[in-house]
């Protein structure tokens, strides 16, 4: 249809609609049209935008803010563009604008962090101030460079608009192809030759007229866009090392490698083409919808495209999402309440839908001791916990008996949001777990050149721990690993990221030994996985500090509810002290879940007379009769979740199996 539209022929349409383009376009700079004005009050016309500022409609030389973008790519008033073949908006701009990235620049715990450092080693300000907005304000540094002005500091960027729009539209789309995923630390490869920005849709199939005519900008196809690496810029960072009294020792410390640990995958698809999933697999998901979307508003004539990823940008920090929102007047936010609740409520989904599994198991159990395993299985396509060193998950395990009375409470979370039980400083990692104040934590550690424990970026020299749960197909002899390295005692834990002996699992499990005290009868179990991106022994440094925007981000912080968000929780009701699960038979299944369908059973031995296989509407797939050995393997016939069926002379024992 596009293409059979002469030049004169578009030139004829863009007349036509410039009037519509021109009032969409005036709205979302600001500048209100004079009839709303006249009737409606600011505030009421701020509740019609959905936002308590407006987007940012300031340009530089080189970059424009998200609201000269809002009016063909945000919501169409019309309906026609920006929603799904069933109505559902999905514009882009409404999806971004509540989203960390977009909110980059007014986070006020990176604010609060930046002067910390400063405050800590101030004759690094220049550098520290530099390389911390050339990713959180991309818009305000790079033009600052490129035009020949040197470093750019906090202070150009709270009196630069465009620079406060955070990781806004264009610095993603201006990205090359060339050298995609090969510079890190905020060393963007921005394409300025000719003003393209990049898309995933073919060049002959892109109606470039309005976006040339009204942004400067030449929409264009480039693969990078769909590729991981678009991300490495910013989500690999290596900070330079400076001891206790701010000498520079010209080590580099690993602040965070979430793209490294991504290669360092089965997600890596490059290496792994049949169970590969990109970082915009995740957090830009892809329309499962064959009918597609219509990108523009104000061109009828247009057709929907496909592929189109939502611009959510989900990830795991709903603490500092609902700090946001909660101060939105005094952080300047251009999202509104719900939109917030929106980016709110995707976060949750990620965090408990698609991160974790967990089981429990009880090998076995006598009057003094419940020996009961807990396994989790990291489900994202990098470290969990990833990103900035402050996060961490923790599992707590909890046993009652059949009154609900409590047996054994381990990791349970502290009414000040610590952990009960927490070392003083940290705490190590733990394949067995003796005794209640030993907490699994997984995190990563930073230590300085003293080998002691610190919270100043500058200041880390190298993990003291990290024992953050790897992905499925992690390899120490990845080349990625000197930057995504496993520290301490769970590099040495058989159970961590192996199974059957075998690195790659993405697993690790933990062994309780749960003092019973003479109790036979009945136990409930339950584990949860806690999560925290700002722990507040994290603060405690920075909070002797003064500031600005210490003070203000403290304010915030002691208001805010900091309750843990719990990820994930498996319950399982042990009978007896009898052999009642399939651990305590010796018998493993796995992997599970498993990304390339097969299944294998180990530890079969004479009193298991069958195994049945059977999909989730109950018809069965495979079986196995007893032959004498002790494992068997087969073949899903697809995706799916399964249930195996293991039978006894005395019972039949059911485990769930997921594969995709």
């Not at 993603?172 to 963007?188: N, R, T, V, W």
């Not at 769970?490 to 003092?515: C, M």
Request: negative net charge; glycine residues 8%; hydrophobic residues 35%.
């Amino acid at each position: 249809m596009i293409k059979s539209y002469s030049l004169l022929g578009r030139v004829a349409v863009l007349a036509a609609v410039g009037g519509a383009v021109a009032l969409s376009v005036a709205w979302s700079d600001g500048h209100i049209p004079v009839a709303h004005a006249k009737y409606h009050s600011a505030t009421e016309l701020a509740g019609f935008r959905g936002a308590t500022l407006p987007l940012d409609s300031t340009q530089n030389t080189y970059f424009v803010g998200s609201g000269h973008c809002n009016g063909c790519h945000g919501h169409d008033p019309s309906g026609y563009s920006m929603v799904t073949q069933d109505g559902r908006d999905v514009n882009v701009v409404d999806a971004w604008r509540s989203s960390m990235m977009a909110n980059s620049a007014r986070d006020p715990f990176w604010r609060a962090k930046v002067s910390h450092e400063v405050l800590v080693n101030p004759a690094h300000q220049v550098e520290l101030e530099n390389k911390c907005t050339t990713c959180h304000a991309p818009m305000g540094n790079f033009e600052h460079h490129f035009t020949g002005q040197g470093a750019y500091s906090i202070a150009y960027m709270e009196q630069d608009d465009i620079a406060l729009d955070g990781v806004s539209c264009v610095p993603c789309h201006m990205q090359k192809e060339e050298g995609i995923g090969d510079f890190f630390s905020g060393d963007l490869q921005l394409d300025t030759a000719g003003r393209p920005l990049y898309g995933p849709y073919a060049d002959d199939d892109i109606f470039a007229a309005p976006m040339e005519s009204f942004v400067n900008y030449v929409p264009k196809y480039g693969p990078q866009i769909m590729d991981a690496g678009l991300c490495a810029g910013c989500h690999t960072l290596l900070t330079e090392t400076a001891d206790i009294n701010g000498n520079l020792t010209g080590d580099e410390f690993v602040e965070q490698a979430t793209y490294h640990e991504w290669l360092n995958s089965e997600f890596n698809n490059e290496e792994h083409p049949s169970t590969g999933i990109t970082c915009q697999g995740c957090h830009v998901p892809m329309l499962n919808d064959s009918f597609g979307v219509v990108i523009s508003a104000n061109y009828v004539f247009l057709q929907p495209k496909s592929p189109f990823g939502e611009h959510h940008f989900a990830g795991a920090n709903t603490f500092m999402l609902t700090m946001l929102r909660d101060n939105g007047d005094t952080l300047r936010v251009t999202a509104s309440t719900a939109q917030f609740d929106s980016s709110i409520a995707r976060t949750e989904r990620m965090l408990q839908q698609h991160t974790l599994m967990v089981e429990t198991s009880v090998p076995s159990r006598d009057a003094d001791t419940a020996f009961i395993d807990v396994k989790l299985t990291n489900l994202a396509g990098h470290k969990f916990p990833s990103g900035y060193p402050s996060r961490r998950a923790w599992v707590q395990l909890f046993v009652t008996d059949a009154d609900g009375d409590t047996l054994y409470n381990n990791g349970a979370p502290s009414s000040d949001h610590d952990i009960v039980g927490h070392d003083p400083l940290w705490e190590p990692h733990y394949n067995t777990i003796r005794s209640a104040d030993q907490v699994q934590i997984y995190e990563m550690v930073m230590g300085d050149v003293n080998g002691d424990l610190t919270t100043v970026l500058q200041r880390a020299k190298e993990p003291l721990k990290d024992n953050r749960l790897a992905p499925a197909g992690f390899s120490v002899n990845h080349i990625t690993y000197d930057t995504t390295m496993i520290v301490g005692n769970a590099a040495t834990d058989p159970d961590f990221n192996h199974e059957d002996g075998v690195e790659g699992s993405g697993t690790d499990v933990i062994h309780y030994h749960v003092p019973m005290g003479g109790h036979v009868g009945l136990i409930n179990i339950t584990a949860k996985v806690w999560y925290q991106s700002a722990p507040p022994r994290y603060m405690q440094d920075m909070f002797g500090y003064s500031s600005p925007e210490i003070d203000l981000f403290k304010g915030m912080f002691q208001a805010a509810d900091n309750t843990p968000v719990l990820v994930k929780s498996a319950t399982q009701t042990d009978m007896t002290v009898g052999i009642d699960h399939l651990r305590e038979l010796g018998v493993h299944v796995f992997p599970n879940p498993t990304r390339d369908g097969m299944l294998n059973i180990t530890g079969i031995d004479g009193r298991i007379t069958s195994i049945d296989v059977y999909d989730a509407g109950g018809r069965r797939v495979a079986q196995r009769k007893s032959d004498g050995n002790v494992r068997w393997a087969t073949r899903l016939p697809g995706k799916g979740t399964y249930i195996v069926v293991i039978r006894t002379a005395e019972r039949s024992f059911v485990e769930r199996v997921v594969s995709f």
